[in-house]
Structure formats: C-alpha cells, structure tokens
C-alpha cells in the first residue's frame, strides 16, 4: 500500500480574523453550507471548530499534491459523523485530481488547543503501485 500525508495548523485568530474582515463572503468561499452549520452551536459559530476544518483542508491539499492547479476551497468537505468522527469529502476539480492521482480514501484527524488547530490527512493509494 502506498498513501500520502498532509499536515496543517493554523491560528485560531487567523480564522476569528478573517470572519470579523470578510464576514459572509469569507465563509462561502472557504467552507460549504454544512461545514458552517457543523460548526455553529445555537446562534454561535465556532472560529475553533472552523479553524480545524481549515487545516484539514490544507493538509488534504498537501496530501493531493496540488501545486499549481485551482482547487476550490469548497471541493473539499470536512464532514462529522454523530459519534464525532471527521471523514473528508470530495467533489468536482478535488475529486477528480484524486482519481488521477491513483487515491482511493483518505483519513483526516483534527486537534484543536487553546488558540491552535491541527489536522493530519493520509491518502490511501491502494489501487496503485505508488502515488505519483
């Protein structure tokens, strides 16, 4: 088996920041509908909660080996089951760069503390003798 890993962490602030900035515009650009809503408790939205599905995003990035293509921030979906477990989805331009690059699932794993979030994505490229 052969796999890929994408790391990220990113500073709460830096999200927190960028809601109080760009506000609307800034959310739908980065984030689908169901990751702002994952991440709102009540009225309140988490900039903790976002900041870990930003890093994901970023490490899946680092994982898919994106260089100089357009990806869409909103191709990749961080998504959370009811027991709380984060699984990634992709669509479109993601989606498509994944098949080509011979990548069949990915495992994502997020951390957040105090002002920091982390995530780790592994690609799995079992259907194939090695990335490339």
């Known amino acids: 088996m052969s796999m890929r890993v994408g790391i990220d962490m990113i500073c709460v602030n830096e999200v927190r920041d960028s809601l109080a900035d760009h506000g609307e515009r800034y959310l739908s650009r980065v984030f689908s509908a169901r990751e702002v809503s994952d991440c709102t408790s009540g009225?309140?939205?988490?900039?903790?909660?976002l900041a870990g599905r930003f890093a994901a995003k970023e490490a899946a990035?680092?994982?898919l080996g994106v260089s100089d293509e357009a990806v869409p921030w909103t191709d990749i979906e961080v998504l959370r089951d009811p027991?709380?477990?984060?699984?990634?989805?992709?669509t479109d331009t993601a989606a498509t760069l994944a098949r080509r690059e011979g990548i069949v699932d990915f495992a994502v794993s997020l951390s957040h503390e105090r002002e920091f979030a982390t995530a780790v994505v592994i690609a799995d490229c079992r259907n194939t003798t090695d990335c490339r």
């Open 43 to 49: 009225a309140r939205l988490s900039p903790s909660r």
């Open 61 to 63: 990035f680092k994982a």
């Open 83 to 90: 027991s709380g477990a984060v699984s990634l989805e992709l």
